[in-house]
């Protein structure tokens, strides 16, 4: 649990992080998780889709490896 609870870096420090163990090629995805919402109100809601959620993003290396492995 320790690990989901865990800050994630900032994108650029996860870009110098890249460089120094010599990953030259990144990809970066992300998806929006849809989350129920009992009470009203515009937090976490997403305009472009029209529903609450939380937006999840991965930086990982072509091999698949994830910047925080």
Do not use: W, Y
């Not at 937090?43 to 091999?63: E, I, Y």
């Amino acid at each position: 649990m320790a690990l989901l609870s865990a800050r994630p870096p900032k994108l650029g420090q996860a870009l110098r992080k890249a460089e120094r163990d010599g990953l030259h090629d990144l990809m970066l995805d992300g998806t929006l998780i849809h989350i129920d919402r009992v009470k009203a109100g515009r937090s976490c809601f997403s305009g472009r889709h029209r529903v609450h959620g939380m937006n999840v993003r991965v930086l990982a290396s072509p091999a698949g490896r994830g910047q925080g492995s």
